[in-house]
């Protein structure tokens, strides 16, 4: 992780013993060329969305 500090604006690199390495997907590989998903999370349900503009939203 970067954080950078406030008096010099330099990056500074933050690592943590306990620090896990977190799985990555691209979202093409998650939406297959459709512009909504339906993700279920427990007993709720949530719509990912593509917009226009390439953006993602996630909605409950």
Same mark, same amino acid.
């Given at each position: 992780m970067i954080h950078e500090t406030p008096a010099s604006r330099?990056? &500074?690199? &933050?690592?943590s013993a306990a620090a896990k390495v977190v799985r990555e997907m691209a979202s093409s590989d998650l939406l297959r060329g459709e512009k909504e998903l339906l993700i279920r999370h427990g007993d709720e349900l949530y719509r990912l969305k593509l917009t226009r503009n390439g953006k993602l939203?996630?909605?409950k």
């Amino acid at each position: 992780m970067i954080h950078e500090t406030p008096a010099s604006r330099a990056p &500074v690199e &933050v690592r943590s013993a306990a620090a896990k390495v977190v799985r990555e997907m691209a979202s093409s590989d998650l939406l297959r060329g459709e512009k909504e998903l339906l993700i279920r999370h427990g007993d709720e349900l949530y719509r990912l969305k593509l917009t226009r503009n390439g953006k993602l939203i996630l909605q409950k």
